[in-house]
């Protein structure tokens, strides 16, 4: 399994590190643990953040960053190796393992973090943290403060200063290494392969949770720990609702079925949508609407590349989308009126796409300065249009009606254009139809 090398945890802490202000610290605590229900657990995820630094998997952790810390500039504090709980709920790094497996220079018990912690806050000017992301954290934060606070007619120097530490990490994170989209190639390509795996085995009868189960198949064959989001399984009409999870209806003959689904390998996303007939076999409107589609997906792909702005891709969709649906006679008027008066928002009503990584729906802004922000080598993002004609639009034949297409991909900003990471699932209608057309040999 292709993971995120050690060596590259330590260089992103110094990047980190090197932005900071002199006489600074940085604390940041691991994601809590979620109750699903009564006393039974959610399957952990790190906090991404936290992951980025670390790549330590475990809960009730803090890192502690303070460049030029003459005895180690990198402190975890994490559980303790016990072992009876162990016996119970898996291996722990401990403290050793902090230092030799995970890079830390100094490691500490998490019980020790109120008697420890305070100290190495002290005398330090700033404190940079995830403010206002985790509440309780915040709230023991203030608590070591005020430690410090409480001993100021000692001699004792509380920060005066705090500041978010999401700007800096959420931009570094936005550009992506070769390290990680190696990761993140990976990611896509076991979804590709969990996609063509449910058009084999789309036909009539079966329900949306048939489809959803030989994803999540081929998701943990292929090493993957989980989705990297709710699967999406939307069959006729549900492929109208944008987040439709329910994933309980039958698929119909005569149906298109719209899934959206994809991975999530050492907690990188891969982001895939397709849309493909129940039968194998699209219908004259299906195929228009299909079509249209991925023509303007084609389109956006040719704006993505360095120097070109975050919105000209969804911009050519747009135009692409809006021309088509005047040609099938679904929107009346000239293009450029029906662009600037938005009509197009009835069939085609979210954005183009958005920033790709640990999360699905990546940090990063998406506009500098108030200008929308310039593509550079390494950006990762998905290219997502769709239209959508609601099952209940009287403004068009009926012919037209209850038709969701969606086509996603992953792409990587690359030096001359952009690299489509998910490009091993069939997109086109003459591919679809071949494929899902052997597997019904197959099974015959």
């Given at each position: 399994?292709?993971?995120?090398?050690?060596?590259?945890y330590?260089?992103?802490?110094?990047?980190?590190?090197?932005?900071?202000?002199?006489?600074?610290i940085?604390?940041?605590?691991?994601?809590?643990?979620?109750?699903?229900?009564?006393?039974?657990?959610?399957?952990?995820?790190?906090?991404?953040?936290?992951?980025?630094?670390?790549?330590f998997?475990?809960?009730?952790?803090?890192i502690?960053?303070?460049?030029?810390?003459?005895?180690?500039?990198?402190?975890?504090?994490?559980?303790e190796?016990n072992?009876?709980?162990?016996l119970?709920?898996?291996?722990?790094?401990?403290?050793?393992?902090?230092?030799r497996?995970?890079?830390?220079?100094?490691?500490?018990?998490?019980?020790?973090?109120?008697?420890?912690?305070p100290?190495?806050?002290?005398?330090?000017?700033?404190?940079?943290?995830?403010?206002?992301?985790?509440?309780?954290?915040?709230?023991?934060?203030?608590?070591?403060?005020?430690?410090?606070?409480?001993?100021?007619?000692?001699?004792?120097?509380?920060?005066?200063?705090?500041?978010?530490?999401?700007h800096?990490?959420?931009?570094?994170?936005?550009?992506?290494?070769?390290a990680?989209?190696?990761?993140?190639?990976?990611?896509?390509?076991i979804?590709?392969?969990?996609?063509?795996?449910?058009?084999?085995?789309?036909?009539a009868?079966?329900h949306?949770?048939?489809?959803?189960?030989?994803?999540?198949?081929?998701?943990?064959?292929?090493?993957?720990?989980m989705?990297?989001?709710?699967?999406?399984?939307?069959?006729?009409?549900?492929?109208?609702?944008?987040?439709?999870?329910?994933?309980?209806?039958?698929?119909?003959?005569?149906?298109?079925?719209?899934?959206?689904?994809?991975?999530?390998?050492?907690?990188?996303?891969?982001d895939?949508?397709?849309?493909?007939?129940?039968?194998?076999?699209?219908s004259?409107?299906?195929?228009?609407?299909?079509?249209?589609?991925?023509a303007?997906?084609?389109?956006?792909?040719?704006?993505?590349?360095?120097?070109?702005?975050?919105n000209?891709?969804?911009?050519?969709?747009?135009?692409?989308?809006?021309?088509?649906?005047?040609?099938?006679?679904?929107?009346q008027?000239?293009?450029?009126?029906?662009?600037?008066?938005?009509?197009?928002?009835?069939?085609?009503?979210?954005?183009?796409?958005?920033?790709?990584?640990?999360?699905?729906?990546?940090?990063?802004?998406?506009?500098v300065?108030?200008?929308?922000?310039?593509?550079?080598?390494?950006?990762a993002?998905?290219?997502?249009?769709g239209?959508?004609?609601?099952?209940?639009?009287?403004?068009?034949?009926?012919k037209?009606?209850?038709?969701?297409?969606?086509?996603e991909?992953?792409?990587?900003?690359?030096?001359?254009?952009?690299?489509?990471?998910?490009?091993?699932?069939?997109?086109?209608?003459a591919?679809?139809?071949?494929?899902?057309?052997?597997?019904?040999?197959?099974?015959?």
């Amino acid at each position: 399994m292709i993971h995120i090398p050690k060596s590259e945890y330590s260089r992103r802490r110094k990047a980190l590190m090197a932005q900071m202000e002199p006489n600074s610290i940085a604390i940041l605590p691991a994601a809590a643990v979620a109750i699903r229900n009564r006393d039974v657990e959610h399957v952990y995820r790190q906090d991404s953040d936290f992951q980025y630094l670390s790549g330590f998997p475990e809960p009730q952790a803090v890192i502690v960053l303070i460049p030029g810390r003459e005895h180690g500039e990198y402190i975890l504090f994490c559980r303790e190796r016990n072992a009876e709980r162990e016996l119970w709920d898996g291996l722990r790094a401990g403290q050793e393992g902090a230092i030799r497996d995970f890079g830390a220079d100094d490691a500490f018990p998490i019980t020790d973090i109120d008697d420890i912690l305070p100290g190495l806050i002290e005398g330090r000017d700033r404190v940079y943290s995830a403010m206002g992301s985790n509440p309780e954290f915040d709230r023991h934060l203030m608590d070591w403060i005020n430690v410090i606070r409480s001993k100021a007619n000692l001699g004792a120097q509380p920060p005066n200063e705090f500041v978010a530490l999401d700007h800096l990490l959420h931009d570094m994170r936005l550009y992506k290494s070769a390290a990680e989209v190696k990761v993140m190639r990976e990611a896509a390509r076991i979804s590709a392969q969990a996609h063509i795996r449910a058009m084999q085995a789309s036909r009539a009868g079966l329900h949306e949770f048939s489809l959803e189960a030989e994803l999540d198949y081929e998701f943990r064959k292929g090493g993957a720990k989980m989705p990297a989001y709710g699967s999406i399984v939307a069959a006729g009409r549900n492929s109208c609702i944008l987040h439709y999870q329910q994933n309980d209806a039958v698929l119909k003959d005569g149906d298109l079925v719209l899934i959206d689904a994809g991975c999530e390998i050492d907690c990188y996303a891969s982001d895939i949508t397709r849309t493909w007939p129940v039968n194998g076999k699209y219908s004259p409107e299906q195929k228009a609407i299909y079509e249209l589609v991925l023509a303007s997906q084609e389109a956006a792909f040719a704006e993505i590349a360095p120097n070109k702005h975050w919105n000209q891709a969804h911009e050519a969709t747009v135009r692409v989308i809006t021309a088509g649906l005047v040609k099938l006679g679904l929107l009346q008027g000239e293009v450029d009126e029906l662009i600037a008066s938005e009509a197009y928002k009835a069939f085609y009503m979210h954005r183009a796409g958005h920033w790709l990584g640990m999360d699905v729906h990546d940090v990063g802004e998406y506009k500098v300065g108030g200008e929308w922000r310039v593509l550079e080598v390494g950006m990762a993002l998905t290219v997502e249009p769709g239209i959508y004609i609601a099952p209940d639009n009287q403004n068009v034949a009926k012919k037209w009606r209850g038709i969701g297409v969606r086509i996603e991909d992953d792409v990587v900003v690359t030096k001359t254009g952009c690299e489509i990471l998910t490009n091993g699932v069939p997109k086109t209608v003459a591919e679809i139809e071949a494929l899902m057309a052997a597997a019904r040999t197959q099974a015959a």
